[in-house]
């Protein structure tokens, strides 16, 4: 494991799979500009790797994120407060922005800004007895983390005022009939389902996997056809690729495909 920054945040590397770890168990990894600006570094690290084709963010110890750290919150809004409040805006731009496929395992803990950590991932694990909402409007704020921005856009804005506004958390199988979750999952197996579903995104080829995930993450920020037109051109950057062929041809032999990401 390496421990990354200020040492709060760590990346296991594991051939084509990169495990990001949130490094502060003694606190339930809860987040301080130093931890936030370690996992960036960690998240800028894995999207610089050719050899990454997936990529998990996990809690080191047996929580997930217990949120912001209660005392840098105190803090902040303090008149010679010199903390930085654009760090975990970035960090969500950084981990969204990741080429890789980035899958979220949430055990037992992922309140506020947690819930917003995981937002920008592409896919969420979650455990069954996990703690999952938005409670800012009972901390006399509103989840501004993208909080009211990216979740509508995964669940739609009905179940987005449900969760925003009434601060409660969201059982874990409600949040997968929403689409908020992909998978729920006994607490003591979060992790380690989350590391074979990156386990399972890596034996794609990784060019398409990458310019998919481009595509999809345009599909709400452009009219259609523009969309349309931006999915063809990343398509047509794959055509003349070694794993376009090799996907084929595996195909046409009954063999499995061997991707180089060439």
């Given at each position: 494991?390496?421990?990354?920054?200020?040492?709060?945040?760590?990346?296991?590397?594991?051939?084509?799979?990169?495990?990001?770890?949130?490094?502060?168990?003694?606190?339930?990894?809860?987040?301080?500009?130093?931890?936030?600006?370690?996992?960036?570094?960690?998240?800028?690290?894995?999207?610089?790797?050719?050899?990454?084709?997936?990529?998990?963010?996990?809690?080191?110890g047996?929580?997930?994120?217990?949120?912001?750290?209660?005392?840098?919150?105190?803090?902040?809004?303090?008149?010679?407060?010199?903390?930085?409040?654009?760090?975990?805006?970035?960090?969500?731009?950084?981990?969204?922005?990741?080429?890789?496929?980035?899958?979220?395992?949430?055990?037992?803990?992922?309140?506020?800004?947690?819930?917003?950590?995981?937002?920008?991932?592409?896919?969420?694990?979650?455990?069954?007895?996990?703690?999952y909402?938005?409670?800012?409007?009972?901390?006399?704020?509103?989840?501004?983390g993208?909080?009211?921005?990216?979740?509508?856009?995964?669940?739609g804005?009905s179940?987005?005022?449900?969760?925003?506004?009434?601060?409660e958390?969201?059982?874990?199988?409600a949040?997968?009939?929403?689409g908020?979750?992909?998978?729920?999952?006994?607490?003591?197996?979060?992790?380690?389902?989350?590391?074979?579903?990156?386990?399972?995104?890596?034996e794609?080829?990784?060019?398409g996997l990458?310019?998919?995930?481009?595509?999809?993450?345009?599909?709400?920020?452009?009219?259609?056809?523009?969309?349309?037109?931006?999915?063809?051109?990343?398509?047509?950057?794959?055509?003349?690729?070694?794993?376009?062929?090799?996907?084929?041809?595996?195909?046409?032999?009954?063999?499995?495909?061997?991707?180089?990401g060439e």
């Open positions: 494991m390496e421990s990354i920054g200020t040492g709060l945040a760590a990346i296991d590397w594991n051939d084509a799979r990169a495990d990001v770890y949130l490094s502060r168990p003694e606190k339930r990894n809860a987040m301080t500009v130093d931890l936030m600006c370690d996992l960036s570094e960690a998240f800028e690290r894995v999207d610089d790797n050719e050899d990454v084709r997936a990529a998990t963010l996990l809690g080191e047996p929580v997930f994120c217990a949120g912001m750290d209660l005392e840098m919150m105190r803090d902040r809004v303090e008149p010679d407060s010199e903390i930085d409040r654009d760090v975990f805006p970035a960090l969500l731009e950084t981990i969204e922005e990741t080429r890789q496929p980035v899958v979220a395992g949430i055990k037992r803990a992922a309140p506020a800004g947690a819930f917003e950590l995981t937002l920008p991932c592409d896919f969420r694990i979650i455990g069954r007895e996990a703690r909402g938005l409670l800012e409007v009972q901390l006399g704020t509103f989840p501004h993208g909080g009211t921005q990216r979740l509508p856009r995964l669940v804005l179940n987005a005022k449900r969760i925003v506004l009434t601060g958390f969201v059982d874990p199988e949040a997968a009939e929403m908020l979750v992909h998978e729920v999952v006994e607490t003591d197996a979060v992790d380690e389902r989350t590391i074979a579903f990156a386990d399972e995104l890596c794609n080829a990784p060019l990458r310019n998919a995930k481009k595509a999809l993450n345009a599909a709400f920020e452009m009219p259609l056809e523009q969309g349309l037109a931006y999915e063809r051109q990343l398509g047509y950057e794959l055509d003349d690729t070694d794993d376009y062929r090799e996907g084929f041809e595996a195909r046409l032999e009954d063999r499995e495909p061997e991707f180089r």
